[in-house]
Structures are given as structure tokens and as C-alpha cells.
């Protein structure tokens, strides 16, 4: 039994932050962050918080798939901005949608939340611990951005997408998962730091810090690396792929992938120019994109691809069974 995808949704907040927009509040131009990263605005949260975007994607994919939240019976929310320390970003869903049966809880694995959540989830299913899942990558990454850093502020975006999963027999053909934690300096976003009765210090929040070089050295490497594997150990060619749904976090390393994995550009379909990068969200916002552009079809086979903070990376390969 494996995981099969019988719902996408995906929800983002109304508000659009165009790069000239940014060029008023930091020393950068839209020549500069389109031809570096393929971004042209994103969408910034004004009231909405994590869980009312990841609530919001989760009813569509729930609509989409025809499942009552009540038949639901795990939720797995991959998020690196969650509303509270606790509860869980998944449990505050599970409130929102009604979800009364399921079992809910965070996974914190940064842009590779969402293949993180679909891989926990397919070893419930083979374990035949759970029937209906549903998993959401949910960000508003806008409130742990410094926006007076114009080497990270100009990549983020905020946004969520959800897939409805049913153990069945079509779906996941074979996943990967990595994690680096030595790399863990190279993309950071600190807690509250320590402060108590004992320490003269108050606690502060932290921001987002990257070194920009290390992580897209890092991605073009591994990506292409974990998609091989996949294909390789499933004897499967290049020409069965028809897409590789990549993490949205820059276009030249999606360019950089396609380069070293000798595809063409036209199987990696992309949002990154309208949203930017929206963390767990990007992957099911760009499949919820793939689908009403009706790029889809039955019996398509798809390579998913995450990697972020951590580092992490994870890989899925999969038939397209709706
Ligand atoms: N606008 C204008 N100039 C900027 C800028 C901005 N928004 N951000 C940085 N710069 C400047 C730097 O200050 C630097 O100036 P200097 O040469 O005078 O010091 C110059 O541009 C080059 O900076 P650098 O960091 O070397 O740029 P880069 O070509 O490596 O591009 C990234 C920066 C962030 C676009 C690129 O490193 C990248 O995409 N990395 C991966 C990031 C990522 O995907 N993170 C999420 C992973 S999940």
C-alpha cells in the first residue's frame, strides 16, 4: 500500500509585494532580483497567521479530494513559522477545519517540510497505521524576515498548500530523506534566545541569516543527486519523468538542476516569479498550479524535490493517480 494524492489545495494571502515595492525599503532594484533569483513580487500576510492559511488550503484540498474532515485520521503540517511554540501548528488546524478524528503534529524539516510530511505519512500507510491523511506546507515566513536585509528579505514569501492522501495501491513508487545538521549555520532563524530569572539578558527573537553561496552550492549539488538516486534505484529513464516539481526557491538553481540532470527547462514548471520563496508551501502551491493548468494526468510520473534549512533535502517519485 502506498500514499496516493486524491486532493491538492493551496491558499495565499491577497497582498502582493513587488520587487519595485521593495526597491522603497532597502538599497535593491527588480534588475537585481529577477536576474538572480527569477522573483518578481510575492505574497506578504497582513492578518491571516500560519494556521488560517494552512486551514484555508487544507478545506480546498479536502473539497477537491471529496473527503469530510471527519474521516481524516492524521494531519501533518510542515512549517518553520507556526503561529504558537504550541500547540502544534496542526493541532490549531485541526480545530479550524473540524478534523475531530485525526491525529495531529508539526514537522520541522525548514523547505523540505512538505516531502518530509508526505514520507512520514506513506510509512503510517505502509505500516497500515492510518487510512485519510492530509499534509500542508503553511509559511509566513515575512514575520522572522529582517526587512532591512536586502540579501534575504527580497527572497520570502508567505503562502500554503495541502494534499488530501489515501492509502491505496497507485501513488508513491520510492522517497529519500537526508538531513546535514553540520550545515546547520548556512540558513538559520534563531528562537527567542535564553533569557530567564537566572540571566541578565531578556530574551530576543531572531531573524532569518543566510549565507546565500553555501545554500545554493548545497542545492545544485544534492537535488540533482537525490532525483538520480531515485530514478536509478527504479530503473526508471529520463524520458519516463514528465515533471520534476521542484522546491521554489531560486530559478537559477532550478536552471543549475536541469543543467546537470540534462533535461529541458519545460519539465520544470515554476512559480517562483508570483510567489517567491514560500518554504513548505512551494511544492503543493506549484502542483495546486500544475493542476488547473491541467498539466496532469493519470499515470503521469513526477519527481518531487525539497531541500532547505538544516540542511535537509528529500526526494519522491510518484505515479499521478487522480
Ligand atoms: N539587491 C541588490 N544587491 C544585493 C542584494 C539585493 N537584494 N542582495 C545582495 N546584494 C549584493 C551584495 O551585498 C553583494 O554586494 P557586494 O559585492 O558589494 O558585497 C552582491 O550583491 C553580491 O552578493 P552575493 O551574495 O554574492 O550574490 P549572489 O550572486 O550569490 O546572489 C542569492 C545572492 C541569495 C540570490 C544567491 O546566493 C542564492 O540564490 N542563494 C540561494 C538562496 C536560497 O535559495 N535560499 C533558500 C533555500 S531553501
Excluded at 34 to 55: F, N, P
Amino acid at each position: 500500500m502506498t500514499a496516493r494524492i486524491v486532493g491538492i489545495g493551496a491558499y495565499v494571502p491577497e497582498t502582493i509585494v513587488t520587487n519595485h515595492d521593495l526597491a522603497n525599503i532597502v538599497e535593491t532594484s527588480d534588475e537585481w532580483i529577477y536576474s538572480r533569483t527569477g522573483i518578481k513580487e510575492r505574497r506578504i500576510s497582513v492578518k491571516e497567521e500560519t494556521s488560517d492559511l494552512a486551514a484555508e488550503a487544507a478545506r480546498r484540498a479536502l473539497e477537491h479530494a471529496g473527503i469530510k474532515p471527519a474521516e481524516l485520521d492524521l494531519i501533518v503540517l510542515g512549517t518553520s513559522s507556526p503561529d504558537c511554540n504550541y500547540p502544534s501548528g496542526a493541532c490549531e488546524v485541526q480545530a479550524k477545519i473540524g478534523a475531530v478524528n485525526a491525529v495531529a503534529f508539526d514537522v520541522s524539516a525548514a523547505c523540505a517540510g512538505f516531502i518530509f510530511a508526505l514520507n512520514i505519512v506513506q510509512g503510517f500507510f505502509k505500516a497500515g497505521i492510518y487510512q485519510n491523511a492530509l499534509i500542508i506546507g503553511a509559511e509566513t515566513l515575512s514575520k522572522v524576515t529582517n526587512w532591512e536585509d536586502r540579501s534575504t528579505c527580497v527572497l520570502f514569501g508567505d503562502g500554503a498548500g495541502a494534499a488530501v492522501l489515501k492509502n491505496d495501491d497507485c501513488g508513491v513508487i520510492d522517497m529519500l530523506m537526508g538531513s546535514d545538521g553540520t550545515m546547520g549555520d548556512f540558513l538559520k532563524c534563531k528562537s527567542r534566545t535564553l533569557g530567564n530569572l537566572l540571566t541578565e539578558e531578556r530574551p530576543e527573537l531572531g531573524f532569518t541569516e543566510m549565507n546565500g553561496q553555501e545554500v545554493f552550492r548545497f542545492a545544485v549539488k544534492r537535488v540533482p543527486e537525490s532525483i538520480e538516486t531515485l530514478m536509478k534505484r527504479n530503473q526508471m529513464s529520463k524520458e519516463e519523468i514528465k515533471y520534476y516539481v521542484l522546491h521554489q526557491a531560486n530559478e537559477r538553481i532550478i536552471e543549475a538542476a536541469a543543467r546537470r540532470l540534462k533535461e529541458p527547462m519545460e519539465k520544470f514548471p515554476m512559480t517562483i516569479s508570483k510567489y517567491g520563496n514560500t518554504s513548505t508551501a512551494s511544492i503543493p502551491l506549484l502542483l495546486d498550479d500544475m493542476l488547473k493548468k491541467g498539466m496532469l494526468k493519470q499515470g503521469d510520473k513526477i519527481i518531487l524535490s525539497g531541500f532547505g534549512a538544516g540542511m535537509t533535502w528529500g526526494a519522491v517519485l510518484l505515479e499521478w493517480c487522480i
